[in-house]
Structure formats: C-alpha cells, structure tokens
C-alpha cells in the first residue's frame, strides 16, 4: 500500500459468545454457537461480504470455570487450525488468523499447519503469535511453571526465524534443509509442504511490554494493540513505526489495529438501549466473597464488580447504595483523576450525567470500574463512522479489531450501517485489490531468504 494513500483495515475477533461478558444472553445470540460450524461460517461470511482484511481465531491452551461471569467466551472452543479450515472451504477472500502459542509448539508444527492452511485458503492465512500470560496452561503440558517474559520472548524470536525459513525450504523446484542451529532450537528441514501461497504467513501479534514492541517492529505485519484512549493509542502507535525503521520497515509494513467494541443501531437511543440491555444481564459481585473463584486481569476485567472497587478506583468511598441508585453529583466533584475517566467514560458510550435528564447510576459505575464495558462506541452510524475515522486520521491506528458484544446482529449492524458510510467517505474498500491477506494489507511477496545469498547455515 502507498504510503501516501491510506486505507482502513478491519478484522473481526470471533468470540463466538460475544466479546461483552453478557453477549450469550442477548435473545437474538445462539448460545451453542461456539461448536457450530455453520454459524461460524456465517459470520464469517457476513464479514467477507463487508470486505473485512480478516477474521481472527483466539485459543487458549486451558479452560477456566473462573470466566463464566467475566468473559464466558474464553473458555470453551474449537481448536482454531481446524475451524480455520472450515472457513477456508467456505469463503474465498477473507483472511484467517489462527492464533498459536509457540510457548508450547515447536517451529515445524507451526510452519507445516501455516503453510498448510494457506494453501488451502489460497494465501489467506494467518498466525497470531502469542507467547501467552496464561500461568494454568504449563499443568496442561507436563511443565512445572510458565515460563518467564524473557525467557518466552527469547524462545519466540528464534521460533519466528526458523518458521520463516522453513517456510522457504520447498520453492518450486529447490529443495533445501535449512540446518538451523540456535540456542533453542535444532531443526534440519526442509518443510514438507511447499513454499505457501503468500512467501511467508501473515503474522499477527499482540502486546505491549517492551519485548512484544520489538517483536511485532520485527517480525509482525498486524499489530493487535490495546486502545483505552487515542493519546495512548498513538503513542503506541508512533513507537512500534519508529522501532520498525530501524529493521528497515515502512510504516505501511505493519497494520495496527487496536480492538474496538461497535454498538450502532439506526439512532443513538437505540443504540444505548442495547448497550443497557447487555449490561443489565451483568452479573454483580457481592462486597465480600473471598471464596469466589472468579478470574480477572487481563482476561476478564480489572476487578471485581461491587462498589467496593469503585470506591478503591475513584477515591470515594460509595459503599451502601444499591445499584440502580442514582449517583450524587457531589460524588463526581469528589473524585480522583481516575475517578473523573470513568465519569466521562460512562457519559461518552450511554449519553448519561451526574445531573439532567439522563442520570449515571451506581451500576454504570460498577460496570465501568471492572474495565469490561469502558472501551468501544455506542451510537448511531454516523457517529461510529467518525468516532473510527477520527482515530485513524490521527494516525492512532490503520483501523481496528472489531468486537462484537454478540452475534451475529452486531457484525451484520456494523457491515450494513457504517460500512458504506465509510466507503463512501473514501476510507475504506468497496473491493478486494487481490484473493489474498497480503493482497488486503498491500504487502508484496517476501523473497525467499534461504535463496538470498547472505544467508549461512547456523
């Protein structure tokens, strides 16, 4: 893609329950839906119709009964290499990310099911690399502990360079044993599977400690990035096309993409409404339950929902009031800076205040507080359109990760309501430049770099 000439990319992170903690419980959502195959093949559909860059499998490498209030979604689906396959049969333009942990696989299985699904999808393959801050996943497979963030990004860096090369080791005619010799890894090679469609897989990766930054500079062409607020979104956004220059990348090189909940309806009070009506299905934490197993974090929130937290977030004590009481305007005079965030995070996505009309409950506050419902847009399309075309010409992103609260209505909402909004404001795609991902993100064909001269055997 021209540097000059930018265009919004969309995926779409399939969470067949819902990305909103409550989605499975919408009357319209299909609460089995994560062990049916045709209605992800739906979905998926729904996206490729609204010409999304891609559709993104998560997986997770154990299960917990701790996130069946707090994210429900992860803790049961199907394995995402043979979904994907499915979805390879069933559409023919969308890209599909399969997520694996290299934590826990060796570079030949990764390369041989990569490459493999490529050439099933017709070069529309790929690989979210996560190194995986799930500590209940090393009992799964036989190991003492999880490893370490240094020790899981030096192991992910030379995973990457040898998948690469063994993606290069069958080309055409040209047969050759890559004979990697690393600290972690001894792999001879070649890859039994041809070189893919695409040269290399399209790898997508997601984090933002220090080490992750340097590895998706590197080695990432989709960046999946967290987006609170469009100061932290740029500022991550500028680091990661800075750090890229130094391995000699191109701003349009890598995509990022930070994750962004659409609620949109035809007006902005219909729109609210749904958002009220997901979050009334919320579940609520009582003010002490020690004995709860309930998982929070990263994977399912920022806390427990009582006011308990709230008072522990915004500096004022409101212990006592029941949820659907109204908030007292003084309790937003008192509040501390994170305090006065949540305030108008609450008043941006439900169009409610301290005062008027319109009032900020209790509930609301609680909700916000265990940072599940903070992020996203409610509204009505245009103001979704320009809620997403702000961000992007502020080059806080190259488009976003689309959650959907439930399924299948919010995808369908968001292709036949901003969709053409955006496309008529000259944004975004009315159709696909080629068949594969690479095609979608501008990228060309990597050259084979077991072919390139500079290249020794190690």
């Excluded at 995986?132 to 003492?144: L, P, Q």
């Excluded at 409610?352 to 909700?367: A, F, M, N, Q």
């Excluded at 944004?427 to 390139?452: C, M, V, W």
Aim: charged share 25%; with cysteine.
């Amino acid at each position: 893609m021209s540097e000059d000439k930018r265009e919004l990319h969309f995926g779409l992170m399939f969470w067949a329950n819902g990305t909103h903690p409550s989605g499975w419980r919408m009357p319209t959502a299909h609460e089995t839906a994560p062990f049916d195959i045709e209605f992800l093949q739906k979905v998926t559909q729904i996206a490729e119709g609204a010409k999304f860059d891609f559709l993104f499998l998560g997986d997770r490498l154990a299960s917990d009964p701790g996130l069946q209030t707090t994210n429900p979604s992860q803790m049961s689906r199907l394995e995402p290499f043979v979904s994907a396959a499915s979805l390879a049969a069933a559409t023919s333009h969308i890209g599909i990310v399969v997520t694996a942990n290299p934590t826990y696989y060796d570079p030949y299985n990764i390369a041989h099911l990569t490459a493999s699904l490529d050439h099933l999808s017709g070069g529309r393959a790929s690989w979210n690399l996560v190194t995986g801050a799930d500590e209940i996943a090393a009992a799964n497979f036989s190991r003492d502990e999880h490893w370490d963030t240094e020790k899981r990004y030096d192991w992910a860096d030379e995973f990457v360079q040898v998948a690469k090369k063994l993606w290069d080791s069958r080309d055409g005619d040209e047969v050759r044993p890559i004979n990697h010799r690393g600290r972690y890894f001894s792999v001879e090679g070649p890859l039994d599977v041809t070189r893919p469609p695409q040269g290399h897989i399209v790898i997508l990766h997601a984090g933002t400690s220090d080490r992750s930054r340097e590895l998706g500079a590197r080695d990432a062409d989709v960046i999946f990035a967290a987006g609170p607020n469009i100061e932290t979104a740029k500022a991550y956004y500028d680091d990661i096309k800075t750090r890229a220059k130094k391995y000699g990348r191109k701003d349009s090189d890598i995509a990022i993409l930070p994750g962004l909940q659409v609620i949109v309806a035809p007006t902005t009070d219909e729109a609210v409404a749904i958002f009220d009506q997901l979050n009334s299905f919320v579940i609520l934490d009582s003010e002490d339950t020690p004995e709860e197993h309930k998982r929070y974090g990263a994977l399912g929130g920022k806390g427990k929902r009582n006011l308990s937290n709230v008072s522990r977030i915004i500096g004022v004590d409101v212990r006592g009031h029941a949820p659907e009481d109204l908030v007292d305007p003084q309790i937003l005079a008192d509040s501390n800076e994170d305090g006065q965030r949540l305030f108008r995070a609450i008043t941006r996505l439900t169009r409610r205040e301290v005062t008027g009309e319109k009032r900020i409950s209790y509930r609301d506050l609680i909700l916000s507080a265990s940072g599940q419902i903070i992020s996203g847009v409610v509204g009505n399309p245009v103001e979704v359109a320009d809620h997403i075309q702000h961000w992007f010409e502020a080059k806080a992103c190259d488009g976003f990760n689309i959650f959907p609260a439930y399924n299948p209505d919010t995808v369908t909402a968001f292709a036949d309501l901003v969709v053409p909004i955006l496309q008529e404001r000259g944004l975004y795609r009315k159709e696909y430049s080629g068949p594969t991902f690479r095609d979608h993100l501008g990228l060309e064909r990597p050259q084979n770099i077991l072919a390139a001269p500079s290249v020794a055997a190690e």
